[in-house]
């Protein structure tokens, strides 16, 4: 079964400092795998997402996510966070169609 | 482009009364639309599966009768939440599914959601 686990509720950086959000996934075919942002009382907008064309998936805003099967890992990252990185963020791998979330990171960004 | 609306973006309404949401895709014709429900500090629950021209596939737990949707058209869904309580209060969000010409994966575009407070 497909599945996604996000590995702390709550990351909170510097502004400046690398953002590093963790994504593990278990699926049992080659995975599609997506990053959303969530700003609060808002819908998802796409960070990025892997399809197997590339391993290191670059997006929107600065953010990137590398690919590693060997670790069953989707981790995002930023080099140097602004104040308006803060938000919800999501991880999720597609099955069947519809997408499996995981439990939400939180990134604050103190100045 | 794949831009998704939801109308409306919040409502209030009286225990028992009924309230209709509106997806909406803009730009692209989604022959399938999803419904989410999201708790405070929580993640999207998919509620159900929406197919232009027929019946939604609901999630295990949710209430068909509860949650009415209806997907009329390629750019249209709508949920009735009908005789709503407090406890149905909650971030609602749908999303249209699009095909990505250069992966040729599905992907969902979101509409901004729809705050639905019962009192």
């Known amino acids: 079964a497909q599945s996604v686990t996000q590995l702390g509720s709550h990351v909170s950086v510097s502004e400046g400092a690398l953002v590093l959000l963790r994504c593990n996934y278990s699926?049992?075919?080659?995975?599609?795998l997506f990053w959303y942002v969530q700003y609060p009382n808002q819908g998802l907008q796409l960070l990025l997402k892997?399809?197997?064309?590339?391993?290191l998936v670059k997006g929107i805003n600065g953010f990137e996510a590398e690919f590693k099967k060997s670790e069953t890992s989707f981790h995002l990252t930023k080099p140097s966070a602004h104040m308006s990185d803060a938000a919800e963020y999501f991880c999720a791998v597609s099955f069947g169609g519809k997408l499996i979330f995981g439990q939400g990171t939180e990134l604050s960004v103190k100045p | 482009g794949a831009v998704v609306s939801q109308h409306p973006s919040w409502v209030i309404c009286k225990s028992g009364t009924s309230v209709k949401i509106e997806c909406r895709s803009l730009d692209f014709q989604a022959t399938t639309m999803f419904w989410y429900r999201q708790f405070p500090k929580q993640s999207l629950m998919l509620m159900a599966t929406?197919?232009?021209?027929?019946?939604?596939?609901?999630e295990q737990g949710v209430e068909k009768d509860k949650f009415l949707i209806n997907h009329a058209s390629l750019t249209l869904s709508t949920l009735t939440v009908t005789s709503a309580h407090p406890e149905d209060s909650s971030f609602y969000i749908c999303?249209?599914?699009?095909?990505?010409?250069?992966?040729?994966?599905?992907?969902?575009?979101f509409g901004p959601g729809t705050r639905l407070t019962v009192t």
């Open positions: 929406s197919n232009e021209g027929s019946k939604a596939t609901y």
């Open positions: 892997y399809t197997s064309a590339a391993t």
């Open positions: 999303s249209a599914s699009f095909r990505d010409r250069g992966s040729g994966i599905y992907e969902q575009y």
């Open positions: 699926s049992s075919v080659p995975p599609y």
